[in-house]
T-cell receptor, first 112, second 113 residues
Framework: DTGVSQDPRHKITKRGQNVTFRCDPI?????LYWYRQTLGQGPEFLTY????????KSRLLSDRFSAERPKGSFSTLEIQRTEQGDSAMYLC??????????FGPGTRLTVT | AQSVTQPDIHITVSEGASLELRCNYS??????LFWYVQSPGQGLQLLLK??????LVQGIKGFEAEFKRSQSSFNLRKPSVHWSDAAEYFC???????????FGKGTTLSVSS
């Protein structure tokens, strides 16, 4: 049983550059979530997809952030014009019918 | 608004000793409750969950948690801690399937020999 996978695991970028992360959910999980986790904090919700529809977005998701799930399978999270404050762990989770969510290993972003 | 409080930022326990990590939540009804564990640089692994029914729930790795409605608490316990249990533990609350989980700030567990 393959878990949630995320790529890349680590990304170092310069301020002002654009970055894109990918998440592959557990097979047959129609719900997909993105969270952001900064040092010493718990994960904070960014956005949620059911199949290909983006149903909820947090106020944390500024205009520089965009997420897609074009065919209801994998998802991408893009950050444009990165800022140092974007440095964080970006976590993806998926679920099927229940409220429990299964997390991937995360993408660690460092903006220099 | 929903919130989760984990009062202990860092706890150190001797190997073989018992463990209790505290979690209090604020929510209007009975929420879905979860405990996750995170090793350094890794994602979160689901330890256990409570939806309804028996207030004492069993999870993986020998962990259990007890839901106490009167205290709005969902504390995590383990009778005998192993060195491999050293990690960060997060309590989370959810409203229903397809909604965001609200996490506490976590408790870091260190295990001494």
């Amino acid at each position: 049983d393959t878990g949630v996978s995320q790529d890349p695991r680590h990304k170092i970028t310069k301020r002002g550059q654009n970055v894109t992360f990918r998440c592959d959910p557990i097979s047959e999980h129609n719900r997909l979530y993105w969270y952001r986790q900064t040092l010493g904090q718990g994960p904070e919700f960014l956005t949620y997809f059911q199949n290909e529809a983006q149903l909820e977005k947090s106020r944390l998701l500024s205009d520089r952030f965009s997420a897609e799930r074009p065919k209801g399978s994998f998802s991408t999270l893009e950050i444009q014009r990165t800022e140092q404050g974007d440095s964080a762990m970006y976590l993806c989770a998926s679920s099927r019918t229940g409220p429990e969510q299964y997390f991937g290993p995360g993408t660690r972003l460092t903006v220099t | 608004a929903q919130s989760v409080t984990q009062p202990d930022i860092h706890i150190t326990v001797s190997e073989g000793a018992s463990l209790e990590l505290r979690c209090n939540y604020s929510y209007g009804a009975t929420p879905y409750l979860f405990w996750y564990v995170q090793s350094p640089g890794q994602g979160l692994q689901l330890l256990l969950k409570y939806f309804s029914g028996d207030t004492l729930v069993q999870g993986i790795k020998g962990f259990e948690a007890e839901f106490k409605r009167s205290q709005s608490s969902f504390n995590l316990r383990k009778p005998s801690v192993h060195w491999s249990d050293a990690a960060e533990y997060f309590c989370a609350v959810g409203e229903q399937a397809g909604t965001a989980l609200i996490f506490g700030k976590g408790t870091t567990l260190s295990v001494s020999s």
